[in-house]
């Protein structure tokens, strides 16, 4: 098992630079029939001419999920997984069942 980190989508400037400014991202793992994701966006401020800009043309999936990740940090990136984890352990064992004994 190892967490699949995806964009989900990208907000963007309407002008010729395509800037983007929200980038929608999920992380997700499953064992068998267990799965677990968690997702959330996070923000930017384009500047075409900052050191590394990369232009809309350029982008790719994994560009974007490494800001996502700079951006979260390695301590809130390992929360992330390990929350995908924990929904997938209860889903293997849930704490709590629906039934009537009648």
Known sequence: M???WN???LEYTN???KGVVHAAWSASDSDG???GTVSG???YTPDSSAEGYVAWDSLD???VVGWVKETLGADECTRVEGK???QIT???TPPTSWGKPF
Do not use: F, Q, R
């Open 2 to 4: 190892a967490v699949t």
């Open 7 to 9: 964009i989900t989508n």
């Open 15 to 17: 002008d010729s630079d």
């Open 33 to 35: 029939d267990h799965t």
């Open 41 to 43: 966006m996070e923000s």
């Open 61 to 63: 999936e994994a560009t």
């Open 84 to 86: 995908v984890a924990d």
């Open 90 to 92: 209860k889903s293997k």
